[in-house]
């Protein structure tokens, strides 16, 4: 705890993620599609459905293809990272000038917040999603109706709010543990890492999404973003 109260340390949590995506990754050389979890400026997430695909992603192999991503399909070249159970984490090589560009316009807080879209969540009913392909989500936590904790993940960040606490940034970083699948939602680990002072430019951009984000119920809207105004 520091000295204006804000938590530190680090906690698991459980985010869904779909099986299937939208936004995919053709490989030129193994002649297969997967589907992409994540994608920034950064580099991109993709899930293996099937696990005799790891070998074929090992740590520092470059892939080529064709990423499908928000209407458009590019050529990509990107280098693996990072492996967590069925998850690689891979870096751009290379970046395509039109690759680049289009994930500068879908990147931006006010495109991440118009494209969320609420889901329902299997043996969940306290629980409301709000999930964009490219890796945003908005968890709504309920206690008798009524919020008790939310947490906004952008990419590998997050930001957090519940009661009698002060809201919190940090990062999400995705576990080994395979998680639980219900039908096409799978269920998986996060290892949340608080900052130890709260980013104030990530509530910032934070606040530009949620002001553009159809969420069904405007009360729930001001109430997130009187909780990030606080924060700033």
């Given at each position: 705890m520091t000295a204006n109260g804000a938590a530190t340390g680090s906690e698991k949590r459980k985010l869904p993620r779909f099986h299937i995506t939208p936004c995919?990754?053709?490989?030129?050389?193994?002649?297969?599609?997967?589907?992409?979890?994540?994608?920034?400026?950064?580099?991109?997430?993709i899930r293996l459905v099937d696990r005799?695909?790891?070998?074929s992603f090992a740590v520092a192999t470059v892939h080529k293809g064709i990423l499908k991503i928000e209407g458009m399909k590019l050529p990509c070249e990107f280098q693996v990272r990072f492996i967590r159970g069925s998850l690689i984490g891979a870096e751009w090589e290379n970046l395509n000038p039109a690759l680049k560009e289009h994930l500068e316009q879908i990147s931006h807080p006010k495109y991440l917040g118009l494209n969320l879209k609420a889901?329902?969540?299997?043996?969940?009913?306290?629980?409301?999603?709000?999930h964009n392909p490219i890796g945003v989500d908005l968890l709504l936590y309920l206690s008798e109706s009524k919020i008790a904790r939310w947490t906004l993940y952008i990419h590998?960040?997050?930001i957090s709010w519940e009661q009698d606490q002060a809201v919190r940034t940090g990062r999400a970083l995705a576990e080994d543990e395979e998680g639980y699948a219900?039908?096409?939602?799978?269920?998986?680990?996060?290892?949340?890492?608080?900052?130890?002072?709260?980013d104030r430019r990530l509530i910032e951009t934070a606040v530009e999404l949620i002001k553009n984000a159809a969420i069904k119920e405007e009360n729930t809207r001001q109430l997130i973003l009187n909780h990030l105004q606080g924060a700033i």
């Open positions: 995919q990754f053709h490989d030129n050389e193994l002649k297969k599609t997967f589907s992409v979890q994540d994608v920034s400026l950064g580099g991109l997430g005799s695909d790891l070998p889901y329902d969540l299997p043996d969940s009913a306290d629980t409301i999603w709000y590998h960040s997050f219900h039908g096409i939602v799978r269920v998986e680990t996060r290892l949340i890492d608080y900052d130890p002072q709260a």
